[in-house]
């Protein structure tokens, strides 16, 4: 297998790590009345988080899955925020795209309505991605 594919989780963390910070500096910009900026940074965002998807699922289709390690009292924890992780990233695709799509229309009332929700959900993933990452490849590398 190509030493490509062994580096993509390292820049899969990278870029959930540039898709939260870009959502919480967006926010700032939107609280602030900065609109353009806010508009950059979360098309930024969504960048980030769309070549994620794209590194990530190259990354699994070449390597498969990576086992965590049989930590007693760590791998249940790892196994919690995983699921959490995994389950709020299938939520929080539809939310993206109905929140991107209201402000593209020009929705803002309605656009906000749901960035309410989509904002705290898309951050979650994007922290436990990384956490999911740091646990995985960093803290308690699988051993073989």
């Given at each position: 297998m190509s030493d490509y594919i062994y580096a993509l989780p390292h820049l899969n963390a990278?870029?959930?790590?540039?898709s939260g910070i870009l959502l919480v500096i967006g926010y700032t910009f939107i609280r602030r009345k900065r609109v353009v900026a806010h508009r950059n940074?979360?098309?930024a965002?969504?960048?980030?988080?769309?070549?994620f998807l794209v590194s990530y699922l190259i990354y699994h289709?070449?390597?498969g899955a990576t086992r965590f390690p049989d930590i007693?009292?760590?791998r249940p924890i790892y196994l919690v925020i995983l699921f959490t992780h995994l389950v709020l990233a299938i939520v929080i695709l539809p939310l993206v795209f109905l929140t991107v799509y209201r402000a593209a229309r020009g929705r803002y009332i309605q656009h906000r309505g749901v960035a309410r929700?989509?904002?705290p959900l898309w951050l979650y993933v994007s922290v436990t991605g990384v956490i999911v990452y740091l646990m995985l490849y960093q803290l308690f590398p699988a051993r073989g």
């Amino acid at each position: 297998m190509s030493d490509y594919i062994y580096a993509l989780p390292h820049l899969n963390a990278a870029l959930n790590a540039t898709s939260g910070i870009l959502l919480v500096i967006g926010y700032t910009f939107i609280r602030r009345k900065r609109v353009v900026a806010h508009r950059n940074c979360q098309i930024a965002a969504l960048t980030a988080s769309a070549l994620f998807l794209v590194s990530y699922l190259i990354y699994h289709y070449y390597h498969g899955a990576t086992r965590f390690p049989d930590i007693p009292i760590i791998r249940p924890i790892y196994l919690v925020i995983l699921f959490t992780h995994l389950v709020l990233a299938i939520v929080i695709l539809p939310l993206v795209f109905l929140t991107v799509y209201r402000a593209a229309r020009g929705r803002y009332i309605q656009h906000r309505g749901v960035a309410r929700w989509t904002f705290p959900l898309w951050l979650y993933v994007s922290v436990t991605g990384v956490i999911v990452y740091l646990m995985l490849y960093q803290l308690f590398p699988a051993r073989g």
